[in-house]
């Protein structure tokens, strides 16, 4: 069995446990760009609360929110954590957006971009890396690239995808080319759904990752 054969092999298993996965919220590209920073260091509920904060406060105005005070930013989104930090990379992030977008916020021009040059472009904003940028392009453009957490990380090494100890980073680079392209974002969403219920960092391993694991 070759590494795409297991891939889809572990994938099929995760369909029969948990379902086809919903597909991404449709929000505007520079919703996913500020969701994505808020994301950071922090869970799922506290990113949505501070989304839904910044929502409550400026609405759609990008321009309120690059003009801010930071102070104001910053109390607005607090319980995201890293709020001041987090305030200045959504600020930048839009003054860069605008500057590049002839004075509009949007990013919808990197869908004239391949993957490569679209990631390059993101990863240049202060504060978005390369998972950050990954999110965007896979989760709002549907470009075939491949998020990794901390749970895809946990599980690509338990399942004997990756090295063991392998950085995630390197994990990264090297699952977004293993794993076939018309299945990346359900295998993305499938590992945390199983990393959140199935096989925790508590846990040494489950059946699946004794399963795939030695293959």
Request: charged share 30%.
């Amino acid at each position: 069995m070759d590494e795409q054969e297991k891939i889809r092999e572990i994938y099929q298993d995760l369909l029969g446990r948990y379902g086809e996965p919903e597909r991404p919220d449709q929000k505007s590209g520079i919703d996913w760009v500020i969701e994505t920073i808020l994301s950071q260091n922090t869970n799922d509920i506290n990113r949505d609360k501070g989304f839904r904060n910044l929502k409550e406060e400026y609405g759609d105005d990008y321009e309120a929110i690059e003009n801010a005070p930071h102070d104001e930013l910053t109390e607005t989104i607090r319980i995201v954590g890293l709020g001041p930090t987090k305030a200045e990379r959504i600020q930048k992030a839009l003054k860069i957006i605008r500057k590049e977008n002839d004075g509009e916020y949007s990013i919808e021009f990197l869908n004239d971009m391949n993957v490569e040059e679209a990631k390059n472009w993101l990863t240049e904003i202060p504060g978005i890396g390369p998972k950050t940028a990954s999110v965007i392009l896979c989760f709002h453009f549907g470009m075939p690239t491949f998020p990794v957490d901390t749970h895809v990380h946990r599980l690509s090494q338990r399942l004997g995808l990756v090295p063991e100890g392998c950085s995630r980073s390197k994990t990264h680079e090297i699952m977004e080319e293993k794993v076939p392209d018309d299945i990346k974002y359900p295998f993305h969403i499938l590992l945390i759904t199983h990393g959140r219920n199935g096989c925790t960092a508590r846990e040494d391993s489950c059946e699946l990752c004794e399963k795939y694991g030695e293959m």
